[in-house]
């Protein structure tokens, strides 16, 4: 089991917290008062000092603060507008793979792009480095990209949840990702599950930190998974012995499952969902031309329930994800993605029963999507 990373993890915090480590980020007009807009940054100068856990860092629990009249105003609901921020993470206690001749180097640098609600009115832009909503904590979701590509590449998606109401992070990886030293590798994803664990620990760190814009922003008792391609490898992944993170509730896989044959050296689908296993998503294009179909049929008959798979009718490898563009299969993931987190990471264990029909009323979608599933 992956043990969450503690000091030392995170590359410079002054790139998200601007305000505290003196920087000056551009005033924003849906800045609510009192807090810091989100500062998009990258840092080269180090990991930080150690800090303590998000727990220790927070404020103690005082009294319930009295009712007022502005207490009673109804909070808003989705779809939210959505902020985005950008900045880097650096676990330095693991190495950067060798690969297509460029050396082995240490630690692992991981640019983040961070969706997340915003003020004012949802009109389908994506904002830069405005503050986030602060009138509750958000669940986190963790996106993790395909091979050849970036974080930033599935926007579509990932400002899609943030808009549905969650804080997604979305690193680019080392070894499998557009910009990977010596190129993009696909047979380096097996490092990718601690660095999604390490991802994790680095966006609590910053919850912990009460000088910093996403202080006290998030759930730590309500986090996701979910990824395309290999990205989708990874985040099921985490629901083996050889790399569960506690933290993590559910996940969600789209196109994947490529690399969960037998044979295959760094996960294989044998006994993989052998252990008691997180309430699994996947999302497939039975037409897709890179991950066989079949692939998430064998995931599917192997692993535990609850269990839900959806097949996108006549969608290819990317279109479930939006990273080609609007599609109907797009569409139709979102919603589904939507219920299924609502479900099982935002919402009480185990879910309400009307939150799992709303799973299988998304995943049903004429001409569109076909559901299996199994709850129980």
């Not at 503690?6 to 008062?33: K, M």
């Not at 000092?49 to 007022?68: D, F, G, I, M, Q």
């Not at 602060?134 to 590509?149: A, E, I, K, N, Y």
């Not at 990718?192 to 814009?213: C, H, K, T, Y």
């Amino acid at each position: 089991m992956i043990r969450p990373a503690r000091a030392g993890v995170l590359l410079a915090a002054c790139a998200l917290v601007a305000v505290a480590c003196g920087g000056t980020p551009e005033a924003s007009p849906d800045t609510d008062a009192g807090s810091a807009p989100m500062t998009a940054a990258t840092s080269t100068a180090g990991t930080a000092a150690p800090t303590s856990s998000a727990a220790a860092t927070s404020a103690p629990a005082t009294s319930a603060p009295p009712t007022t009249a502005a207490s009673l105003v109804p909070l808003p609901e989705p779809p939210y507008a959505v902020g985005k921020a950008t900045l880097t993470f650096k676990d330095p206690s693991r190495e950067t793979e060798a690969n297509g001749g460029v050396p082995a180097s240490p630690g692992r640098t991981m640019p983040v792009a961070i969706f997340y609600p915003a003020p004012g009115a949802a009109d389908g832009t994506v904002r830069d480095n405005t503050s986030i909503l602060r009138d509750r904590t958000w669940p986190l979701l963790v996106f993790v990209h395909g091979t050849s590509m970036t974080g930033e590449r599935y926007e579509a998606l990932t400002s899609a949840m943030a808009s549905a109401g969650y804080v997604v992070v979305a690193p680019t990886l080392p070894g499998t990702s557009a910009t990977a030293a010596g190129g993009p590798n696909p047979a380096l994803y097996g490092g990718q599950p601690a660095d999604v664990s390490f991802v994790i620990s680095a966006m609590l760190d910053l919850n912990g930190r009460p000088e910093g814009p996403l202080a006290g922003r998030l759930d730590p008792e309500a986090i996701g998974v979910f990824g395309q391609s290999t990205g989708g490898d990874v985040a099921l992944a985490l629901t083996h012995d050889c790399c569960r993170d506690a933290r993590v509730r559910a996940v969600a896989a789209l196109a994947g499952t490529q690399y969960l044959r037998p044979g295959v050296p760094n996960f294989p689908i044998d006994g993989y969902f052998a252990s008691p296993s997180l309430p699994m998503l996947l999302i497939h294009g039975d037409a897709d031309e890179i991950t066989p179909y079949g692939d998430s049929s064998m995931a599917f008959d192997q692993a535990a329930a609850p269990k839900f798979r959806a097949t996108m009718l006549g969608a290819d490898h990317l279109g479930p994800s939006g990273a080609a563009g609007p599609s109907a299969s797009f569409d139709a993931s979102v919603a589904l993605l939507e219920a299924f987190f609502a479900a099982y990471v935002s919402g009480p264990t185990p879910p309400a029963a009307e939150e799992v029909a709303a799973i299988l009323a998304a995943g049903d979608v004429p001409g569109v999507s076909r559901l299996d599933s199994a709850v129980e």
